[in-house]
């Protein structure tokens, strides 16, 4: 489990094709305290780390998770968020994110709000139906607030300082994103169907 607070911003160092993608990641964690086997959202993906180094980690991808996510699209060089798993004792600051992710949102609009910048994204219809006003998603593994939802858009602000730490500071319009929706959204619109 994680609270999609992001407290790294990892670098793809090598990808590699074997029966799944492997990935090596740099991060500035201490890699001392991982072990072989700890899970790492990885921009939002639970993925397990299978090997490490002084300052890198490395992870297989699935097939399936390549087909659900933005990982397919990841190149080296590139930036992404990172979040050890929740350990008991830890601060919640954001939401209860699984790592499972449900779908791609895609970046409509981005526009200056304050020194914030408003973020429209379109979701998949099959999961805009559990995405509300001021409730929670994981967008890249960053614990957001739903601002407002039409249809199957909705919009999030999203501060400077988590533009800086994050990799949202270099996300543009067209950008496909992970998306999670809000584990509580998913129960409740079960039980809604089931009552119905």
């Not at 911003?9 to 991982?34: K, N, P, Q, W």
């Not at 593994?141 to 601002?147: E, I, R």
């Amino acid at each position: 489990m994680f609270t999609g607070i992001v407290t790294d911003m990892g670098e793809i160092r090598s990808l590699e094709r074997r029966g799944d993608l492997r990935a090596r990641i740099g991060t500035s964690y201490d890699t001392s305290g991982i072990d072989i086997g700890a899970s790492i959202a990885c921009s939002g993906v639970c993925l397990t780390v299978v090997e490490l180094g002084s300052d890198w980690f490395d992870v297989e991808i699935s097939a399936e998770t390549l087909d659900k996510t933005n990982v397919g699209a990841w190149v080296e060089g590139q930036k992404i968020n990172l979040e050890r798993a929740l350990k008991v004792g830890d601060e919640l600051g954001g939401h209860i994110v699984s790592g499972h992710v449900d779908g791609l949102a895609k970046i409509i609009e981005m526009r200056p709000e304050g020194d914030s910048v408003r973020y429209t994204f379109e979701a998949p219809r099959s999961l805009a139906r559990f995405i509300a006003p001021k409730g929670s998603v994981a967008l890249d593994g960053t614990s957001l607030t739903v601002n407002e939802v039409e249809d199957t858009r909705f919009g999030v602000n999203i501060i400077p300082h988590t533009q800086e730490v994050t990799t949202w500071g270099a996300s543009k319009v067209d950008d496909k994103v992970n998306l999670e929706i809000d584990t509580l959204a998913r129960y409740v619109a079960r039980l809604a169907e089931m009552q119905g």
